[in-house]
């Protein structure tokens, strides 16, 4: 595989497991053989209304596929930092072919974004950063196939076992062949990655032929993506948010989503554009919450990120997916690149490295609440409280300096 969709493939891992629920392991149906454990799942398919024909089509001759268990306990090697994230999704290419997307489907898009309330350049921001414009849309394994394999892997079958009964109620419903529903090792699918119940829930059928096509028509696709975003909470009249300069001495406790201030408050403590000049204050109307955010801590850039950040949150719970979904629509409309990526010379944690962070903090007692090597919002809360209790910058960042901190106990 080329470097660049290894890449691709890496990020796409990752946003799809962001959106997966973590359930306790379940009870391993794997003690159950496959062949016993499918007549099961067969006979509670028909009590849910899936049709024979279907079951005949999408589980006669299924098997496993143990590159997805594989796949599944996987775990990346080294966390990216904030600027190799960012140079690897918000590339020159990405942006160019971004630009060439939004000019070739501007009609479509136009009429969309007026019926939902997504702007065009968001749209085709997320359609990049998914499937990189609908390259990787058909997806490489078979859905049914990959579901029913991690359903009766047990390690977390609740999840998957529902979204293998959606993906045959999906199929029995006409919108596309057992042998044609594609998609990641993980069941997501099309053009914006939908997991069965997203599809379930939000995929709109655009050209009103009486079938949902993710997969192969750019249509459907982009209003199932509007439709997401609409029912999330976006609004169409507002940005993402912006990059900011902070004033000497600000205190990185603020720079958290859970603090919430207006524009005139955050300008009032220093926060200032980028050029140094004033934010954005409203004259008139409701006046708009906002939060500090610092993905590189407190040597890299910040943002005051809006409602629509959130959203995008919504779609995937990562701060780094979230700004370079702001970035890249930006850059689309010809917006500034950021001003700073933060630190080039320093590599991110590894996992073991995180596990071992988790396990310093809470012996230290800062609940990081898991030892599992995600640096989640749990364990940037312990950081900071860390950092607070040693006189260290509160910045929430898990840097090998902060580990060689939290090793020493200084």
């Known amino acids: 595989m080329h470097m660049s969709r290894l890449i691709f493939a890496f990020f796409a891992a990752v946003f799809i497991l962001a959106a997966v629920p973590v359930y306790a392991e379940d009870q391993p149906a794997a003690e159950q053989s496959f062949a016993d454990w499918l007549v099961e799942l067969r006979a509670e ?34 966390t990216w930092t904030f600027r190799k994230y960012m140079d690897n999704l918000v590339n020159d290419k990405r942006i160019e072919t971004g ?39 058909e997806g490489y394994f078979p859905t049914i196939a990959a579901l029913a394999t991690l359903a009766h892997d047990g390690r977390r079958s609740k999840f998957f076992r529902q979204q293998l009964f959606t993906a045959l109620k999906i199929i029995d ?11 990641s090792w993980a069941g997501a699918m099309g053009h914006f990655q939908f997991i069965p119940t997203t599809f379930d829930a939000y995929a709109t059928d655009y050209d009103g032929d009486g079938k949902i096509d993710i997969w192969g028509n750019q249509g459907d696709a982009y209003a199932s993506a509007a439709n997401f975003l609409s029912k999330a909470g976006w609004k169409g009249d507002e940005i993402w948010g912006r990059e900011v300069k902070l004033p000497k001495g600000f205190d990185f406790n603020l720079a958290v989503l859970k603090v919430r201030k207006t524009l005139p408050q955050w300008q009032a403590l220093g926060v200032r554009r980028v050029d140094g000049s ?32 959130r959203t995008i949150m919504v779609w995937n719970q990562s701060i780094n997916y979230a700004l370079a979904i702001g970035q890249l629509a930006d850059r689309l409309v010809g917006l500034p690149a950021f001003s700073t990526l933060g630190p080039n010379s320093e590599r991110g944690i590894s996992h073991a490295e995180g596990i071992e962070l988790q396990e310093r903090l809470t012996a230290l007692g800062f609940d990081t ?22 006189g260290l910058e509160p910045d929430g960042y898990p840097s090998l300096e902060l580990l060689e901190s939290v090793r020493s106990g200084l």
């Open 45 to 78: 398919a028909r009590t849910k209304g899936i049709s024979d024909k279907t079951l005949d089509a999408a589980l006669t001759g299924l098997e496993p596929i143990p590159r997805v268990v594989e796949l599944d306990r996987r775990q990346p090697e080294f």
């Open 99 to 137: 630009k060439l997307k939004l000019a070739e489907n501007a009609k479509m898009l136009t009429e969309i974004s007026e019926k939902y309330g997504v702007q065009p350049r968001f749209l085709i921001a997320f359609w990049g950063l998914e499937t990189d414009f609908g390259r990787l849309a």
């Open 173 to 183: 419903q006409g919108h596309i062949s057992a042998e044609r529903m594609k998609g």
């Open 278 to 309: 004033g934010l954005p204050i409203p004259s008139t109307g409701a006046e708009m919450t906002a939060s500090i955010v610092a993905p590189a801590g407190a040597k890299g850039p910040a943002f005051l990120v809006y409602g629509n950040f």
């Open 369 to 390: 609440g898991g030892t599992d090597g995600v640096i989640g919002p749990n364990s940037r809360e312990a950081v900071r409280k860390f950092q607070d209790a040693k």
